[in-house]
């Protein structure tokens, strides 16, 4: 259930195993372990609460990075008899806390953006993929629970690995958290399996995410010694579609994003913003209490404007570059559309207010690479083999 895409997908497989169950026991014995796996994350926070939490790592990582994201799922209400009824729109929180193997240097290991940043084609597929996994929802709320057009979501999660540049750090170990929890919850959540993995004592720490401003509190309440990295994808995002609203041609378009490109990547944000400046002055204000089209040049310059003033601050990827931090939050982006392939669908719409959360949590212990579910089978009573812990399991509990 954690592993494929719904119950009937695991009877199935089960059945070419010649197990012989229903879809209904496959449902029931998922929820029943995925309610224990919650229960064992709610006693780790309360315990890291209480400073009572362990370090389970053997070794203190060097490089760590955070990062902080969010998909959506459909929801219906319970109670209300066969079908689907009073849908909405549910928001689950995602994490995964990586250490990295990377070293800092004197020089800029990169100064000029990777070629696959400066190819129209695939900038072009980029900015579609990245819209698609916000659902074009460029307000930030949350809780917002206005159902997203399925439509504009990709099948596939986005590469984990979208930028070729030689001094991007390489990744060691992830381990994954997801939640329906708001963001004042799943915060302590992140808190409890940061502590266990010794990040609060790594010599390297990040905290990568995009602009919304809810992820930005969870880093000052939990994270507020990890360098704050806004994504670079998103800026990347921001300044193409201003650069499409400000140009009159498909040349222009592309030459002004160039110029814009560059200067973020280098560092130059103050520049981009001045020169959003006027070209807001060009193309007009957005009227207070006007809902524009997103194609609009007006909301699209004005966007970017507001995204690089409230985030320029944590745009300083020449310096992040040197110190062998990473810049973009594409692990956690492909991450999201790793749990949006099991919990939406255009079938799919979990009873409220929590009817998903357990199956959140298969999925986070099968996607971490930690061995945490053949752990979490070894501890739990009724294990065949319990006390026998083998040679995979006890590097699990060592892994960094």
Sequence with gaps: MGQLHSAGQATFALKLAKISISCSQVQRIAQEIGNELAQERDHKVVQQRHRELPVRVSVTPGTVAVEVDGGRTKTRARGCGPGVHEVQGKEIKVACLITLQSEPSEQDPQPEPPPSFRQPRRVRRLVEQMKGLAGENNSHDPEENAVENEESTPEQPLPEKTSDYPASPRRLVRTCLGSTADSHAFGPMMAAEAQERGFYQAKRKAFVSDGAAYNWTIHRGYFADFEPITDFLHALCYVYSAAYGVGDSEAQRWSIYEKWLWACWQGRVQEVIEELDLAQKKVGVVPDGEKLDKKDPRRLVAD???????????????????????????????????????????????????????????RAAVLSEDNRLDNFFQRREGYAYRGRRTARSNSGQACI
């Design 304 to 362: 970017a404007l507001s995204y690089l003033n409230n985030n320029r601050s944590r745009m300083d990827y020449p310096r992040y570059r040197r110190e062998g931090q990473p810049i973009t939050s594409s692990l956690v982006e492909s991450l999201v559309g790793e749990f949006n392939a099991r919990v939406k669908s255009r079938q799919k719409y979990w009873n409220r207010p929590g009817g998903a959360e357990p199956i959140l949590q298969l």
